[in-house]
């Protein structure tokens, strides 16, 4: 069993910045892929960006490429998402999600059904 965290969301203005953190359980993070999602109000749950488990390997959805850098402590049991530039069109839940047996680079990381355990999310909001 896997309990994921994630906590820094907020209210924030167009062009601020924001940082989220995934906390995650267990002795074997360091083991596990990681992904953030998000879902905004009347829309479906899509994918942010996901990290392999080192750290060495990221990828991140076009809409985020180059605003949005995500990272992880190994030794703090933690992933992050730095999110600057932000857009009204970023307001959202945003979900952090393990893989704790899929192998990076052959499993599709942008896909939820990926993910084998979730956070309950943290709320952005970014007003004008």
């Known amino acids: 069993q896997v309990l994921l965290v994630e906590s820094g969301g907020g209210l924030v203005q167009t062009g601020g910045s924001l940082r989220l953190s995934c906390t995650a359980s267990?002795?074997?993070?360091?083991?596990?892929?990681m992904g953030w999602f998000r879902q905004a109000p009347g829309k479906d749950r899509e994918f942010v960006s996901a990290?392999?488990?080192?750290?060495?390997?990221?990828n991140y959805a076009d809409s985020v490429k180059g605003r949005f850098t995500m990272s992880r402590d190994n030794a703090k049991n933690t992933v992050y998402l730095e999110m600057n530039s932000l857009k009204s069109e970023d307001t959202a839940v945003y979900y952090c999600?393990?893989?704790?047996?899929?192998?990076?680079?052959?499993?599709?990381?942008?896909?939820?059904?990926?993910?084998?355990?979730w956070g309950q999310g943290t709320q952005v909001t970014v007003s004008s």
């Open positions: 999600a393990a893989n704790t047996v899929g192998k990076w680079g052959v499993y599709p990381y942008a896909r939820q059904s990926s993910y084998d355990y």
């Open positions: 267990g002795r074997t993070f360091s083991n596990y892929d």
């Open positions: 990290i392999s488990w080192s750290g060495g390997s990221v």
